[in-house]
T-cell receptor, first 112, second 118 residues
Framework: NAGVTQTPKFQVLKTGQSMTLQCAQD?????MSWYRQDPGMGLRLIHY???????DQGEVPNGYNVSRSTTEDFPLRLLSAAPSQTSVYFC???????????FGDGTRLSIL | AQSVAQPEDQVNVAEGNPLTVKCTYS??????LFWYVQYPNRGLQFLLK??????LVKGSYGFEAEFNKSQTSFHLKKPSALVSDSALYFC????????????????FGTGTRLLVSP
């Protein structure tokens, strides 16, 4: 079982570049979320989706866009990368709101 | 707003000894509480959850957690630690507030690193 798959695993960008972090799940989960993990700060919610075509902002959405055209895929776009966006990014999915989330293995992103 | 606090950045324990990783919460109403574990270069893995019912919740890999309403705590425990338990542990609470999409976000603590020595 693949679960939640994130690509790429590592990426280095220059300030101002754009890129898309990919996330795919094969569990037919409606709920999907993007988090960033920074030392000493736990995980912070960037954007989330409750189903295809429905997305909303989390607590740290600035500089990021998302879309959800299918149940399986939930890409995260960095519009113009900044050094403050250097972080580890995790995608997660769950079947229902009160069910545990399944996490991908993360994308480690460095912005120079 | 809902929040959780993990007061210890790191917990050190010898293999075979019992371990406790502390978590306290602040919520309005009854909490939905979770523990997750993160191994190096991996995503978070669900360990256990408390929704309602028994105060002692059993989870994966021999872990359990004790819900204490009067102390607003949800400490993670294991009777006998293994070296392989060394990892980063996160406590989380589900925010009761539903936004217009019906979504209730998870609020994570800052994490506690558990180091089990042989």
């Amino acid at each position: 079982n693949a679960g939640v798959t994130q690509t790429p695993k590592f990426q280095v960008l220059k300030t101002g570049q754009s890129m898309t972090l990919q996330c795919a799940q094969d569990m037919n989960h409606e709920y999907m979320s993007w988090y960033r993990q920074d030392p000493g700060m736990g995980l912070r919610l960037i954007h989330y989706s409750v189903g295809a075509g429905i997305t909303d902002q989390g607590e740290v959405p600035n500089g990021y866009n998302v879309s959800r055209s299918t149940t399986e895929d939930f890409p995260l776009r960095l519009l113009s990368a900044a050094p403050s966006q250097t972080s580890v990014y995790f995608c997660a999915s769950s079947l229902q709101n009160n069910q545990p989330q399944h996490f991908g293995d993360g994308t480690r992103l460095s912005i120079l | 707003a809902q929040s959780v606090a993990q007061p210890e950045d790191q917990v050190n324990v010898a293999e075979g000894n019992p371990l406790t990783v502390k978590c306290t919460y602040s919520v309005s109403g009854n909490p939905y509480l979770f523990w997750y574990v993160q191994y190096p270069n991996r995503g978070l893995q669900f360990l256990l959850k408390y929704i309602t019912g028994d105060n002692l919740v059993k989870g994966s890999y021999g872990f359990e957690a004790e819900f204490n309403k009067s102390q607003t705590s949800f400490h993670l425990k294991k009777p006998s630690a293994l070296v392989s338990d060394s990892a980063l542990y996160f406590c989380a609470v589900r925010d009761k507030k539903k936004v217009n999409t019906g979504f209730q976000k998870l609020v994570f603590g800052t994490g506690t690193r558990l180091l089990v020595s042989p």
